[in-house]
């Protein structure tokens, strides 16, 4: 029986998916869950993934067989970009059959698969398909990684109003306080995102990373019952 798998993504880039990620598998595994997480698509980086690599080692270190059998980083390109545009480069396309079976995969051997994904919910992974469609039509529900910088309202409540489009379940919000030096601006989006929520029918669960690089005390508990 397959495990659950979870879609972890982001109000845009660079907005802290992969601590948000690294975290909640080490909350997870501090409570003896067994969790892998997976970098569906790794750009900017050649081997090894770089975003995963950070997972390992907010997590207490360890590796996985499915590290070595390319299972948690199925798809990897050199040019930091959009999935579309760094595959167009290579002269191939992103395979989205591999990256879901490599996920479904790492689902049958573990109890808990966080899916992080690239760049914001709505990056295109092909020219037909956006990672939110992708993560839809796998039933994933999604964890999404907000911030409280100039601009996010927007982005986040965007974000919230495509997954409701696509009849996407939400597992929780991961409010992350680092990028904002006003506490207000965190506290604003929060309210904001959280008024979405209930409008659009989601579960009003929202989670804050700390500003301090450790995030061992963070409960995730609302997330993950």
């Known amino acids: 029986m397959s495990g659950r798998i979870y879609f972890v ?3 845009g880039t660079d907005v802290g ?3 948000a990620t690294g975290a909640m598998a080490r909350y997870l595994a501090g409570l003896g869950r067994d969790v ?3 970098k569906m698509v790794q750009t900017g980086c050649v081997g090894f993934s770089e975003d995963l690599a950070v997972h390992r080692r907010m997590a207490g270190g360890v590796r996985f067989p499915e590290d070595d059998e390319g299972l948690t980083a199925p798809e990897i390109f050199r040019f930091p970009s959009s999935p579309l545009l760094a595959s167009r480069l290579e002269g191939r396309k992103v395979d989205l059959g591999k990256i879901a079976s490599a996920v479904d995969r790492c689902a049958q051997a573990h109890e808990i698969t966080l899916v992080e994904g690239a760049g914001g919910l709505a990056v295109p992974l092909d020219e ?3 990672a939110v469609d992708f993560a ?3 039933g994933w529900p999604l964890i999404l990684v907000t911030c409280g910088s100039l601009g996010a309202i927007n982005h986040a409540l965007l974000s919230l109003e495509a997954a409701a489009a ?3 379940s939400l597992a929780g919000v991961v409010h992350n306080t680092f990028f904002s030096d006003d506490e207000r601006l965190d ?3 929060v309210c904001a995102v959280r ?3 209930k409008r659009l029918g989601f579960p009003e669960r929202i989670v804050r990373l700390p500003k301090t690089d450790s995030c061992a005390a963070v409960d995730f508990g609302e997330i993950f019952p």
């Open 9 to 11: 993504s982001g109000i």
């Open 187 to 189: 506290e604003d989006a």
């Open 128 to 130: 037909e398909t956006l």
């Open 136 to 138: 839809a039509e796998r």
């Open 195 to 197: 008024r979405h929520l």
């Open 36 to 38: 892998i997480t997976v």
């Open 17 to 19: 998916k992969t601590v």
């Open 166 to 168: 696509r009849g996407m």
